[in-house]
């Protein structure tokens, strides 16, 4: 179930007079059944928290004094609460619509032009003995609306009609002041939706991997290395170099910043290790940085066949899945809005890929020999299972698996 919330909209006046109402003692049931739980539809904005309580202390000096006119009001000046301006009005005679006489009538006024909602409460001590009654008029938390200043259609003023007997109020008094407390609280307003753009730290990082004219350091890595654990036969492999940075490496890879220097002219080599072992670690920061320029990035019509060639370029197999899949799900929005011109050739089959996968359901696993199929993480943990290279593109990875379950059967006929 969606259940919709439309804001902003006018409530029916549960009470109206000369610029000043009084709450009702209920509010009418809507019979509605509760609702289930589902996502919820805003249509306006919806509103912030409930703030603290805000006390003001409104002091009415010489009390006693008064006029006790029936409708004649004391006013406290304007006070600023919650960006609004509000002010006390007291009536020691009781209000013209109050039917008994002798009661004190308190109201509260929007003096802004604009309406807030707010829930408030008058409260009165007794000022040196706390086993006294203590006078409070309040709504069972219900949010009232005041109107602003002048505002047609709606109320700026609430309050009690009958707070308490005036008699009984000069009692209260302390050294002849009446000292009221006033109590407002409503909701928090909610900050607008700040844009914040994309952070480029993993791109950027991605950018300068294996980058020579950001390094500072390089290594040659290669020669005898063993073909595979527990043989005697070694293997000599062509040297490959790998350009880094030695404050990343200092960070990530101390033993290999203890290694050399910033700005050494001479390669450190490294020999005994196989070039893809030796490129584990790098391979490791970069998939976390891959993980999250996917997470985070959006595809869209406009930026997919960027953000593709992007990929494509940096052998982001993960993220150029991504955006495979927003094809796949959004072709009739692509064809004729968007040039393939541009895209090589090889991602034609990853796009056939990914949508012969759609149909099979994308979320669904491929069967266990199917590896064209089988999503990019899948992949890489086969690859990590194994202990092969988890660097490249599908095609590569897919590859990689098959020899290595090739040379698998190989071996068990071998030893059999």
Same mark, same amino acid.
């Given at each position: 179930m969606v259940e919709v919330v439309v804001c902003g909209g006018r409530a029916a006046l549960a009470a109206k007079a000369a610029g000043s109402g009084f709450p009702p003692d209920s509010s009418p049931q809507s019979g509605r059944a509760p609702m289930d739980a589902g996502d919820v539809v805003n249509v306006g904005t919806p509103p912030g928290p409930l703030s603290d309580w805000a006390i003001k202390k409104v002091h009415f000096h010489g009390f006693a004094g008064l006029p006790t006119t029936? @409708?004649?009001?004391?006013? =406290?000046?304007?006070?600023?609460?919650? *960006?609004?301006?509000?002010?006390?009005?007291?009536?020691?005679? *009781?209000?013209?619509? =109050?039917?008994?006489?002798? @009661?004190?009538?308190?109201? %509260?006024? @929007?003096? =802004? %032009?604009? =309406?807030?909602?707010?829930?408030? &409460?008058?409260? %009165?001590?007794?000022?040196?003995?706390?086993?006294?009654?203590?006078?409070?008029? &309040?709504?069972?938390?219900?949010?009232?609306?005041?109107? *602003?200043? *002048?505002?047609?259609g709606y109320i700026n003023g609430w309050g009690k009609l009958i707070f308490a007997k005036r008699e009984t109020v000069l009692t209260y008094l302390d050294n002849g002041s009446l000292k009221l407390e006033v109590h407002l609280r409503t909701n928090k307003q909610t900050e607008p939706t700040s844009f914040v753009p994309c952070n480029s730290f993993c791109k950027n990082m991605l950018e300068g991997f294996n980058n020579e004219d950001m390094s500072d350091v390089r290594f040659e890595v290669g020669g005898e290395v063993e073909s595979a654990a527990n043989r005697r036969k070694r293997a000599k492999n062509t040297a490959t170099t790998f350009y880094a940075s030695h404050l990343i490496l200092r960070l990530n890879a101390p033993s290999l910043a203890d290694m050399c220097r910033p700005g050494d002219e001479a390669a450190v080599p490294i020999d005994g290790v196989n070039p893809e072992v030796f490129t584990r670690p790098f391979w490791d920061c970069q998939l976390q940085a891959e993980a999250v320029l996917t997470e985070q990035t959006e595809i869209t019509v406009d930026n997919m066949l960027d953000n593709l060639l992007y990929a494509n370029s940096k052998n982001l197999a993960l993220f150029q899945e991504k955006i495979m899949d927003f094809v796949a799900e959004n072709g009739d929005r692509i064809v004729g809005n968007v040039s393939f011109d541009d895209v090589p050739g090889n991602l034609i089959s990853d796009i056939l890929t990914a949508v012969a996968r759609g149909k099979r359901s994308i979320s669904k696993s491929a069967p266990e020999d199917d590896l064209k199929f089988m999503r990019v993480g899948e992949l890489r943990k086969r690859l990590h299972d194994k202990g092969l290279c988890i660097d490249g593109s599908r095609e590569t990875m897919i590859a990689l698996l098959r020899e290595n379950l090739t040379s698998d059967e190989t071996g068990a006929e071998e030893t059999s």
């Open positions: 029936r @409708n004649v009001p004391a006013e =406290s000046p304007e006070f600023s609460c919650f *960006g609004h301006q509000w002010m006390v009005a007291i009536y020691p005679g *009781g209000h013209k619509q =109050s039917k008994e006489e002798g @009661n004190v009538t308190v109201l %509260l006024y @929007n003096q =802004s %032009l604009e =309406s807030i909602q707010a829930h408030f &409460k008058f409260v %009165l001590k007794h000022p040196t003995d706390r086993t006294k009654r203590t006078f409070q008029a &309040k709504w069972d938390d219900k949010m009232i609306t005041f109107g *602003g200043d *002048g505002q047609e």
